[in-house]
């Protein structure tokens, strides 16, 4: 029912495992199907040959390139459509899954390879036209959390046989397909460390049409749920089957049967194309603009705070300069013997401290120097034979 240039079929599978496939060698149409996931390869190998040479020949051309990738006229992609390329010397990879939205609504996507080391470009477009069928999608979808897988690895068609293979042989149904891949920093996972060559992890959605096997189920019994809330590893009687490549986390599992999912939100309205309409070209203000009075703006502004500052200034001035009782007034309200003990203090303290400026009293030995520059000792000021002690402390006494 579609084109067999776009479908690769896992040979070994007695059940019809469909991942849509297509590689990049011109302008060219591809015929995916809505519920099954499509991988489009940009292969450097067929861009090398629409670039110069190397200048000497018979050298090996290992150009760096990378690609942008677009909907032509805009400059992203669609929602559903996603792409990869871990450096500039490996292919680069269109994938993701159409619903039936997109059926019938031709996509050309815009590749332009850009060589990095001649600067130089080349365009190719890519035709996505999407198709209904009735079979897909499938009503029963397990996804899986691989742990030791990055996305460009598990998008590789090998490997992902391989895993449809251990799934087919777990699940035993009569159709099975990939209906979606994603990373898992795109469910909002960390970047790993570069140790150890820890992996990123990649989710796996899986469609069949039956139901979903004992192994499945067993992640929900009420062991497998407790050990989950504990962070330990659950016991899966399957996981044998897949361990040998494929490091799967049994606590993330998620087991959707789509004919019992109740439809949220039938009646919303339709989000549309994020575009916004053409409404003719830009229409500037007229050059004749009315004027405007600023002088009331200018009054409140500066008059009003102005005034309040000055009755401010006002009170404070007339509070500290006409509200002063000065020292006659406060002398009359004050008791005269109070006044004259204020008075006889007065002149004692200014008598002593005239006395202190008048007498001649010797600095203390322990003040003075006992070596000049020169090194010679200073004899003291007083002999030894004076005596300090019988010097008055006072000019007035004998």
């Given at each position: 029912?579609?084109?067999?240039?776009?479908?690769?079929?896992?040979?070994?599978?007695?059940?019809?495992?469909?991942?849509?496939?297509?590689?990049?060698?011109?302008?060219?149409?591809?015929?995916?199907?809505?519920?099954?996931?499509?991988?489009?390869?940009?292969?450097?190998?067929h861009f090398k040959g629409e670039f110069p040479p190397y200048p000497k020949p018979g050298d090996s051309s290992n150009d760096p390139i990378t690609f942008n990738t677009n909907l032509m006229g805009y400059p992203?992609?669609?929602?559903?459509?996603?792409?990869?390329?871990?450096?500039?010397?490996?292919?680069?990879?269109?994938?993701?899954?159409?619903?039936?939205?997109?059926?019938?609504k031709a996509t050309i996507?815009?590749?332009?390879?850009?060589?990095?080391?001649?600067?130089?470009?080349?365009?190719?477009?890519?035709?996505?036209?999407?198709?209904?069928?009735?079979?897909?999608?499938?009503?029963?979808?397990?996804?899986?959390?691989?742990?030791?897988?990055?996305?460009?690895?598990?998008?590789?068609?090998?490997?992902?046989?391989d895993f449809l293979g251990a799934v087919k042989n777990v699940w035993q149904p009569e159709r099975l397909n990939?209906?979606?891949?994603?990373?898992?920093?795109?469910?909002?996972?960390?970047?790993?460390?570069?140790?150890?060559?820890?992996k990123e992890g990649v989710y796996v959605m899986v469609g069949a049409d039956v139901q979903f096997s004992s192994c499945l189920r067993e992640v929900e019994n009420f062991q497998n749920q407790l050990r989950c809330s504990q962070e330990?590893?659950?016991?899966?009687?399957?996981?044998?089957?897949?361990?040998?490549?494929?490091?799967?986390?049994?606590?993330?599992?998620?087991?959707?049967?789509?004919?019992?999912?109740?439809m949220?939100?039938?009646?919303?309205?339709?989000?549309?194309?994020?575009?916004?309409?053409?409404?003719?070209?830009?229409?500037?203000?007229?050059e004749s603009l009315k004027s405007r009075d600023f002088f009331a703006d200018f009054l409140i502004t500066l008059a009003v705070?102005?005034?309040v500052a000055?009755?401010?200034?006002?009170?404070?001035?007339?509070?500290?300069?006409?509200?002063?009782?000065?020292?006659?007034?406060?002398?009359?309200?004050?008791?005269?013997?109070?006044l004259v003990h204020h008075s006889s203090i007065q002149k004692s303290t200014k008598e002593l401290r005239s006395m202190s400026k008048n007498r001649e009293i010797s600095w203390p030995l322990s003040t003075l120097p006992v070596f000049s520059q020169s090194g010679e000792v200073v004899p003291p000021i007083h002999p030894d034979n004076y005596e300090t002690t019988s010097m008055p402390l006072m000019q007035t006494q004998t």
């Open positions: 029912f579609l084109d067999p240039q776009l479908i690769t079929s896992v040979s070994s599978l007695c059940a019809t495992v469909v991942t849509i496939l297509s590689t990049l060698h011109a302008d060219r149409n591809v015929y995916p199907s809505a519920g099954v996931l499509f991988v489009h390869v940009l292969e450097r190998e992203d992609r669609p929602g559903w459509l996603r792409y990869i390329q871990r450096t500039s010397h490996s292919d680069g990879v269109l994938y993701g899954s159409p619903t039936a939205e997109h059926v019938g996507i815009e590749i332009i390879a850009y060589n990095r080391r001649t600067f130089e470009t080349a365009r190719h477009n890519l035709v996505i036209n999407i198709m209904s069928t009735e079979e897909y999608p499938l009503p029963y979808q397990a996804e899986f959390y691989i742990k030791n897988m990055n996305v460009e690895e598990m998008l590789a068609s090998e490997v992902l046989g990939a209906v979606n891949i994603t990373s898992a920093l795109d469910r909002g996972g960390r970047v790993p460390l570069p140790i150890n060559n820890l330990m590893e659950p016991v899966i009687s399957c996981d044998k089957k897949f361990r040998a490549q494929f490091d799967i986390d049994w606590c993330k599992i998620n087991l959707v049967d789509i004919t019992k999912m109740i949220i939100h039938s009646n919303r309205p339709d989000p549309g194309t994020g575009v916004l309409p053409d409404i003719g070209g830009y229409n500037p203000p007229p705070p102005s005034a000055m009755v401010l200034f006002s009170v404070l001035g007339y509070s500290m300069c006409c509200r002063r009782e000065g020292v006659d007034k406060r002398n009359m309200q004050t008791p005269d013997i109070q």
